[in-house]
Each structure stands twice: as C-alpha cells, then as structure tokens.
T-cell receptor, first 112, second 114 residues
Framework: NAGVTQTPKFQVLKTGQSMTLQCAQD?????MSWYRQDPGMGLRLIHY???????DQGEVPNGYNVSRSTTEDFPLRLLSAAPSQTSVYFC???????????FGQGTRLTVV | AQSVTQLDSQVPVFEEAPVELRCNYS??????LFWYVQYPNQGLQLLLK??????LVKGINGFEAEFNKSQTSFHLRKPSVHISDTAEYFC????????????FGQGTTLQVKP
C-alpha cells in the first residue's frame, strides 16, 4: 500500500519558471492538503480540498494553484516561481475530521 | 481562529532521561489535538491524538500526552528517551469545520545525547 506519493523529491527552479508538484493517494481519502515547511515556522497550509472538484485556500495561498479532478490526485502548481517559495512541500490526506493525516515524503524545492 | 504554540524550539536531553515537550493552543471552540513526529528527511507520522474522553492519551514508541482544558495545553511526555527518539515534534490542532485542515505549532527539536 503506497499511501501518499509525492513527486519529484527534489527540484531546482529558476525565478519565473513554473512547475507542478504531484501528489497521489491510494486510500480513497476525501480530504487532501498541501503544506510548506520552513525552519522555525512549522507547517503552513497552502491549499486544501474536501473532495473531488472542491478546493479552497489555506494560510499562504499566494503564488500557488490547485485542482482536484479525481479523489486520488491533488497537484500543486507554482505559476511563476520566486525565491520566497524555496521550501519543503508536503501533501497530506485524511479520511475525516479528527482522523490521522497521512503525509508524503515531501518535495524539497529550491528557487534560484 | 485557532493557533498552536510550542514553547521550546530545542530540547536537549540525555539518553534514558525523561522528557516533556510543551504545547499550548488557542481556540474558542472544541478542537482535536495531535502530536506528529518527523525523522530527518522524512514526512510526518502520527504519535498520538486526543479527540475526547480520557485526558491522558497513549501513543506509539512509549509517548503519552495529557489534555488540560483549563490550561489549554497538550504536553507530550516520555519517561525514558532513546537515541532513536531524536527528531522534530509537531503539535497540531484540527480545524473544527470538518475540512481535515491541521494548524501546526512551530516544532520542537528533541536532541537525545548518549
């Protein structure tokens, strides 16, 4: 059972480039979220989804887009990368409120 | 709005000593409380959670936490730590609006020394 799979694991972008971080889960979870992790700041919510076709903004959504066309996939798009988006990105899924959230292994993104 | 404060950014401790990692939260409504652990270069995994009922919650790897509603705290404890417990620990509360969102504290790095 794969759980939550994120690709790629590492990425270097130039300022202004765009890219998509992939996230897929095989647990049939309705809830999926994207977080970024920065030193001393914990994890901050970027976007989240409560089901296919439904997404909403989290705490730090600027510069990021998401879509949820299927239950399994929740890609995160960087429209025009900036150095401030250098971070480690985690995707998570859970079955319901109060349930354990399962996290991917993370994507380490560097924007130069 | 909810918020979480972890009172210590780093906690150094010797092997086999007890440890407490402190967490305070702020919320005007009831929330669910979690502790997650992150080992180097890995994702987060659940240590334990409090939903309701007994205020003392036991988790994996010998960890436990106590929910204190009056002090809005959810401190994590272990009576005897091992080198392998060296990791970053995150306290989190769930958004009560049934969205699966988690609000995390800043994290505490536990450094277990031999």
């Amino acid at each position: 059972n794969a759980g939550v799979t994120q690709t790629p694991k590492f990425q270097v972008l130039k300022t202004g480039q765009s890219m998509t971080l992939q996230c897929a889960q095989d647990m049939n979870h309705e809830y999926m979220s994207w977080y970024r992790q920065d030193p001393g700041m914990g994890l901050r919510l970027i976007h989240y989804s409560v089901g296919a076709g439904i997404t909403d903004q989290g705490e730090v959504p600027n510069g990021y887009n998401v879509s949820r066309s299927t239950t399994e996939d929740f890609p995160l798009r960087l429209l025009s990368a900036a150095p401030s988006q250098t971070s480690v990105y985690f995707c998570a899924s859970s079955s319901h409120s109060g349930a354990e959230a399962f996290f991917g292994q993370g994507t380490r993104l560097t924007v130069v | 709005a909810q918020s979480v404060t972890q009172l210590d950014s780093q906690v150094p401790v010797f092997e086999e000593a007890p440890v407490e990692l402190r967490c305070n939260y702020s919320s005007s409504v009831s929330v669910y409380l979690f502790w997650y652990v992150q080992y180097p270069n890995q994702g987060l995994q659940l240590l334990l959670k409090y939903l309701s009922g007994s205020t003392l919650v036991k988790g994996i790897n010998g960890f436990e936490a106590e929910f204190n509603k009056s002090q809005t705290s959810f401190h994590l404890r272990k009576p005897s730590v091992h080198i392998s417990d060296t990791a970053e620990y995150f306290c989190a509360v769930s958004d009560p609006s049934n969205t699966g969102k988690l609000i995390f504290g800043q994290g505490t790095t536990l450094q277990v020394k031999p």
